[in-house]
């Protein structure tokens, strides 16, 4: 049952229970679409996982734990000082910019609600809200733009990780989508069977995208094959049902979408395979951009596939992707060190 209609679902008379709360029937009066109440839900449920111990829930699990969020755990952790380090530690997960943003928003939001219920004294909800997202530290890492060769061998390495034939294909779906099409995780995690279709004779994927915006992507053959490859292990899904799915440890294929986390932990576990270090999903987003750039695509045309608002914001994008800096070599050529023994005169 997709989140919002849980919520709708749920009973606003019966919002807390000893040592319990309800968060599912208040929820939905914060969040203005679906896709921020699955956000505002993944975060809280990994707040509550990382600093109580719980285990980290997807599915129907993880509405009947918004359901019924255990306080005696919960409220311990409820305070600036915690929160600020939690988000200290996703900035060191090199979680992006949006993503840490989303997840203040998230925690921010649950305070105010606790303390609306009476739950949370207003003094700490206040001082969750002025617990501002960390900024990087000079010289810490801002993101990865990879090389070509880089993009085909952490794509070869996506594959390689697979324990089965399952999760190898499913990976070579996955890993091209985010890597050719250029896809958030966020995105992809969202798309169903049916939302491939054919326009002009041309195969296009309708991507949901940020504040429910939705746009055509032509999906390259290299793409279908991998797709075709997928279909065997999935059998006859329905058209609502999930392309990317979750692959049990018995080598099933689930019926349950991936999680925007099992995304993260596939692209960071096949970036070490490849020795390429650290690598978020959105460094793949970056590298599109950069290298198509680089080999001379319209900018207008780049920021089409990226689907963003402007040109203008592409630009803006594209002027935060790191450049060589070449100017000593170009000056050590020109001073011709041929021999460096000349340096000492010997």
């Not at 699955?38 to 285990?55: F, V």
């Not at 200290?88 to 939001?109: C, F, M, P, Y």
């Not at 940020?210 to 999906?219: F, H, P």
Request: aromatic share 6%; charged share 25%.
């Amino acid at each position: 049952m997709p989140i919002n209609k849980a919520l709708s679902n749920s009973a606003p008379t019966d919002i807390t229970t000893p040592n319990r709360f309800n968060l599912s029937a208040v929820l939905r009066g914060q969040a203005a679409s679906a896709h921020t109440l699955r956000a505002y839900a993944r975060w809280i449920d990994r707040y509550l996982a990382d600093l109580t111990g719980l285990e980290r829930t997807v599915g129907q699990a993880r509405r009947t734990r918004l359901e019924n969020l255990p306080l005696d755990k919960l409220l311990p952790t409820m305070t600036p000082s915690v929160f600020r380090a939690w988000l200290g530690r996703l900035l060191n997960e090199d979680q992006g910019k949006q993503a840490l943003n989303q997840a203040r928003a998230s925690i921010v939001t649950l305070a105010s609600l606790l303390a609306e219920a009476g739950i949370l004294d207003d003094y700490t909800s206040a001082g969750m809200s002025n617990v501002k997202v960390p900024k990087a530290e000079s010289g810490q890492r801002q993101g990865r733009w990879l090389s070509v060769e880089q993009v085909r061998e952490l794509m070869r390495s996506a594959e390689a990780i697979g324990n089965t034939p399952a999760q190898r294909v499913r990976n070579s779906v996955l890993i091209r989508m985010l890597c050719i099409m250029a896809l958030r995780r966020e995105e992809l995690t969202n798309v169903l069977w049916q939302d491939f279709h054919t326009q002009a004779g041309r195969p296009v994927l309708l991507v949901h995208g940020k504040g429910s915006k939705a746009a055509l992507v032509d999906v390259p053959p290299v793409v279908l094959r991998a797709i075709e490859n997928w279909r065997q292990y999935v059998g006859d899904a329905p058209p609502d049902s999930h392309l990317i799915r979750r692959i049990y440890k018995s080598g099933r294929v689930g019926a349950s979408g991936l999680s925007v986390d099992a995304i993260w932990r596939i692209v960071k576990e096949a970036a070490l395979y490849a020795n390429l270090g650290r690598v978020a999903p959105h460094d793949l987003r970056r590298s599109v951009a950069g290298n198509l750039e680089l080999s001379g695509v319209p900018v207008e045309t780049i920021s089409r596939l990226l689907r963003h608002s402007s040109i203008a914001v592409t630009q803006h994008y594209l002027s935060k992707l790191p450049r060589e800096n070449e100017g000593a070599l170009l000056m050590a050529d020109l001073l011709n060190f041929e021999d460096e023994t000349d340096l000492y005169g010997s």
